[in-house]
């Protein structure tokens, strides 16, 4: 059996990893940042836990995930590899608590209610506020009228830690001028807090427009997984 005609599946899976890394490292120095200040979060829905614990051999430490009952199964079975688990899809308030158990992330907190579910005594939580960048509802996030009111409720509650805001580009205009407004968007909420520097924004096919307007997480799927499965 030649590796030509069959790779193995890791064997893949570390040359897709390793180009990405060689893109975000090249975006980082056309943006003239260092690759250091950006982290790669590899989404892995859909996949495997075996996939995961095989990123995790790679050198992967952060991981996403965007469904609360995949991500707590994933997160139990491989709770002894000390990954870091990002939650990056949409939440439901009744959920919200369980998704504290094991996220030590949640990039997609979009409405006061869903603050109010995660409010908790225990250790805090990185939270961003997911900003939509179109007019329909449907594609979550809040509105940009009212982000401030959204950022201070997450300042004024317990148990999170504002870290900033994320973003998905629409899939009907070109990527950087969208993400150019979520840095604007970032400087209002500097204003109410200066610490709440983060960008949770570029995915496959826009990380390096992303990194070009200041990402500092990206959230990367398929150009590392592969396709997913059905
Ligand atoms: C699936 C997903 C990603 C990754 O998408 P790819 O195109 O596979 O890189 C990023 N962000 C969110 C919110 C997702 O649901």
Do not use: C
Request: hydrophobic share 45%.
């Amino acid at each position: 059996m030649t590796s030509e005609h069959h790779p193995d599946a890791s064997g893949a899976l570390a040359d897709r990893l390793e180009r990405v890394r060689e893109g975000v490292a090249a975006a980082a120095e056309a943006a003239g940042r260092g690759a250091d200040e950006i982290t790669t979060i590899v989404v892995t829905k859909f996949h495997p836990a075996s996939l995961v614990a095989e990123l995790a051999r790679l050198g992967v430490r952060d991981i996403g995930e965007n469904r609360h009952q995949e991500a707590r199964e994933k997160a139990a079975e491989l709770a002894g590899l000390d990954l870091r688990w990002h939650f990056i899809g949409q939440l439901q308030g009744k959920k919200a608590r369980q998704v504290r158990a094991y996220a030590s992330a949640i990039h997609s907190i979009d409405r006061e209610s869903l603050v109010d579910a995660l409010r908790s005594d225990e250790a805090s939580v990185d939270a961003f506020v997911q900003v939509n960048l179109t007019d329909d509802p449907g594609r979550g996030g809040v509105a940009s009228d009212a982000l401030e009111a959204l950022v201070e409720r997450v300042l004024a509650t317990p148990g999170l830690r504002l870290r900033g805001l994320m973003a998905v580009a629409p899939l009907d205009e070109p990527p950087r001028p969208a993400f150019a407004r979520v840095r604007a968007m970032s400087e209002r909420v500097r204003a109410l807090a200066p610490d709440a520097t983060a960008l949770s924004m570029g995915m496959s096919h826009d990380y390096a427009d992303a990194i070009l307007e200041g990402a500092t997480h990206l959230r990367i799927g398929t150009a590392i997984t592969g396709n997913r499965p059905a």
